[in-house]
């Protein structure tokens, strides 16, 4: 079984950063990968950005790309997404994912996730 934990949520205005942060433990495989997801108050849970432990690949939702970065630190076992730019539309509960069964944005993909970390912007 694969343990994640999120944290780094927390208050901010438009136009700031924000650092989350998904520390994972358990059983780990080549194939690893693991996602962010994004749910908003009476929203369906999005895909935001996913990366694989081999290689390094990194794949972003539209609305995210060019202001969010996700990376990983290996040694750590440990994934982030660094914010920048944030609006208002970014407000959300933000879950760390991970699956063995290749990369994917749908949430029926992973098969263990985080507790959510309350990430809101202020106007």
């Known amino acids: 079984q694969v343990q994640l934990v999120e944290s780094g949520g927390g208050l901010v205005q438009a136009g700031g950063s924000l650092r989350l942060s998904c520390a994972a433990s358990?059983?780990?495989?080549?194939?690893?990968?693991m996602g962010w997801f994004r749910q908003a108050p009476g929203k369906g849970r999005e895909f935001v950005a996913a990366i694989r432990w081999s290689g390094g690949n990194t794949y972003y939702a539209d609305s995210v790309k060019g202001r969010f970065t996700i990376s990983r630190d290996n040694a750590k076992n440990t994934i982030y997404l660094q914010m920048n730019s944030l609006n208002t539309e970014d407000t959300a509960v933000y879950y760390c994912?991970?699956?063995?069964?290749?990369?994917?944005?749908?949430?029926?993909?992973?098969?263990?996730w985080g507790q959510g970390t309350q990430v809101t912007v202020s106007s």
């Open positions: 358990g059983r780990i495989f080549s194939s690893y990968v």
């Open positions: 994912a991970a699956t063995f069964r290749g990369v994917t944005s749908l949430v029926g993909g992973y098969d263990y």
